[in-house]
């Protein structure tokens, strides 16, 4: 029995150092998707910006074992807790009263476009779980859509857009990065 355990030793000792070696490959490997997936993403969209992207995937601790595939669901999953943030946000400085009735006007209406930018972010992540990237990408482009209509309410209203300025850049790059990450799902960027 002590001959048999002594023979096998090398053999696990050889596949300890393959899965060691497999464990921190991927570990390498992981790291470069998140930085290659951001650097592919903010060269083909002059508006992303790269070091956004790579804190905002890197903030989920999953991001760190992701494929491609994981990181969009990631990226979906950022934008629509943002986009629920920022409606309790618009919420919270609606009923603060320090706003000009211009602004609250605009703000009320924020609230739904930014309710169904959420809406579309759930639609589009139901639709990536069943490998319908193209009705993805969709969903997430009617997301961004519905902040940039916040955001010219604002601007037909002739009221500065000052409150939901940083809220609204903040969205912007997450969905532009899912947008990056699918669309290089779909079909990679040239």
Known sequence: MNQSTSSLSPFASI???FLVLN???GVIVTGDIISSQCKN???HDFQVNYDFCVSSLEANPLSKTSDIFGLAVI???LCSNNASYIQTYIDSIS???KADPGARVCLGNCIEFYSMAFRAVQKAMKAFSGKDYVTSLVEI???MDSSETCKDAFTEAGVDFGLLRKQYDDFFQLTAVSLGIITNINGPLQ
């Open 141 to 143: 482009g009617a997301a």
């Open 41 to 43: 993403v903010s060269t």
């Open 15 to 17: 596949l300890f150092f």
């Open 23 to 25: 464990f921190y490959m």
């Open 95 to 97: 009923k603060d009263g």
């Open 75 to 77: 990226s979906m999953e």
